[in-house]
């Protein structure tokens, strides 16, 4: 039976930039080959992404972490400043870089529609466009490699409390920061969603998180608490 007039849920409207041609075609490509996603512009840099933004009012932006004019953090950069102007787009932020600070930086003023993704990731058109759809919808991802990184860094502290954490936990941890909700980490693991609610419960209890009430939420704070971020600006870190 076909789908009442008005019934059928609006494109995501994606606004994307990168300075590598080869890959901003590659990625305007993949857009556009999916029925649930327009692409309303592509641009090399910070400035025409900002144009674009102003001018075709995107949900979702799709960022490179460095480009020009800066050439530093300009993908965090526009997250951070949309954070603040047009908190309704969410911002997918790739990188090639596995640095659990830039993921925290990006998600600093809140984690809630922000992804953060390896370039590797973008040649599986099913795990960017998963992570649209996730930031549109207010949710957030963390690549898994980052949030690998995260727990090495803290497992070599001895007084680190994921020593306390099951090899199951861990692996549930890991879903936690991609946005999975509990149902899709059963599902990811061939588990019962009550079993899964037990070990989020638990890790949550061992890392004194059970405070948090939500995915994004979650996500956040995971990622300060794993990476023993201290209170501070991110305008005090390094460019």
């Known amino acids: ?11 995501i409207r994606v606004a994307l930039a990168d300075d590598s ?57 526009i997250a951070t400043r949309l954070r603040h102007s047009d ?16 993921a925290i930086e990006l998600m600093w003023d809140g984690s809630s529609g922000r992804a953060y993704l390896l370039k590797d990731r973008v040649a599986d058109a099913p795990e960017l466009i998963r992570a649209i759809e996730a930031v549109s919808e207010g949710r957030s991802v963390v690549d898994p490699a980052v ?7 803290q497992q070599r502290k001895q007084s680190s409390p994921l020593a306390e954490l099951t090899d199951r936990e861990r692996e549930v941890l ?17 588990l ?6 037990k070990h989020v419960n638990s890790i949550f209890a061992k890392l004194r998180l059970t405070e948090a009430e939500n995915v994004s939420r979650r996500v956040k ?8 971020v201290e209170v501070a600006e991110p305008s005090s870190r390094a460019g």
């Open 21 to 77: 041609a080869l890959i901003r075609e590659g990625l305007a490509s993949m857009l556009a080959g999916n029925d649930n996603l327009e692409l309303v512009g592509a641009g090399s840099d910070g400035e025409e992404l900002e144009e674009l933004i102003s001018t075709a009012r995107p949900d979702v932006v799709v960022t490179d972490l460095r480009m020009p004019p800066s050439g530093g953090r300009e993908g965090i950069r």
């Open 221 to 228: 704070a995971t990622l300060m608490f794993l990476a023993d």
């Open 147 to 153: 949030v690998e990184a995260l727990i090495e860094v």
């Open 87 to 102: 908190p309704q787009i969410g911002v997918v932020v790739l990188s090639q870089y596995v640095d659990p600070d830039f």
């Open 192 to 197: 019962t969603k009550r079993a899964v609610e």
């Open 1 to 11: 039976m076909a789908e009442p007039a008005g019934t059928r849920a609006a494109a």
């Open 174 to 190: 890991s879903l936690i920061a991609e946005g999975r909700s509990n149902a899709a980490i059963a599902e990811s693991l061939v």
